[in-house]
């Protein structure tokens, strides 16, 4: 008989009415919960000394076009530092309305990491401070990990922009003043 994962076992006890499945397979951790008051669950899971997910690894999102109802899920990787164990936890998203509550307030790692699955997928996140694209250009059209996505539909052109005040801007201007300082040493020498 398989043994019952002590933290699977310990979440269905405290969030029985949330948990709509949930396995693990070899330290594959992995629940799925509904929705609803999103942000107050994770809360829990970082806070509850049992559990202690300090570490959100990894926010990204699966399209079932065609083999399941919800389409969408957006899947999230825990890790607790303290207590070295994973967790996986899966939300269904309609596809109607993809939206799921924010997690930047628990962790400002989620900040880019939604940013992205907004970009890739067009689900968004309630209360998120800056949805805006982070791979992609602004006016670039669609959401291209989604399945029905036209693999050769092509994109409006856009003009070159200039982008100031960069990190690769101050390092090429750092790189150009070291050369010129290196060059006036040499000939000086």
């Known amino acids: 008989m398989e043994r019952v994962n002590p933290t699977i076992e310990y979440l269905q006890e405290k969030f029985a009415a949330k948990i709509l499945d949930s396995h693990a397979f070899r330290g594959d951790d992995?629940?799925?919960?509904?929705?609803?008051?999103?942000?107050?669950?994770?809360?829990?899971?970082k806070e509850d000394p049992k559990l202690d997910f300090n570490f959100l690894t990894d926010i990204t999102a699966v399209d079932y076009l065609g083999k399941k109802e919800p389409r969408f899920e957006v899947?999230?990787?825990?890790y607790s530092l303290l207590l070295k164990h994973r967790l996986r936890i899966k939300v269904p998203v309609p596809e109607e309305d993809p939206v799921v509550e924010s997690l930047t307030p628990l962790w400002r790692g989620a900040d880019w990491l939604e940013r992205e699955v907004w970009d890739m997928f067009g689900i968004r996140f309630h209360g998120h401070p800056d949805l805006r694209r982070i791979l992609l250009y602004e006016e670039f059209q669609g959401y291209p990990l989604r399945k029905d996505y036209p693999v050769n539909q092509c994109q409006p052109l856009v003009?070159?922009?200039?982008?100031?005040?960069?990190?690769?801007d101050q390092r090429s201007h750092n790189k150009l003043?070291?050369?010129?300082?290196?060059?006036?040493?040499?000939s000086r020498s």
């Open 159 to 168: 003009p070159e922009r200039e982008v100031q005040d960069t990190f690769v």
């Open 30 to 45: 992995t629940i799925v919960i509904s929705g609803a008051g999103l942000r107050e669950f994770f809360r829990s899971l």
């Open 177 to 186: 003043m070291q050369l010129q300082h290196n060059i006036g040493a040499k």
């Open 75 to 78: 899947v999230y990787h825990l």
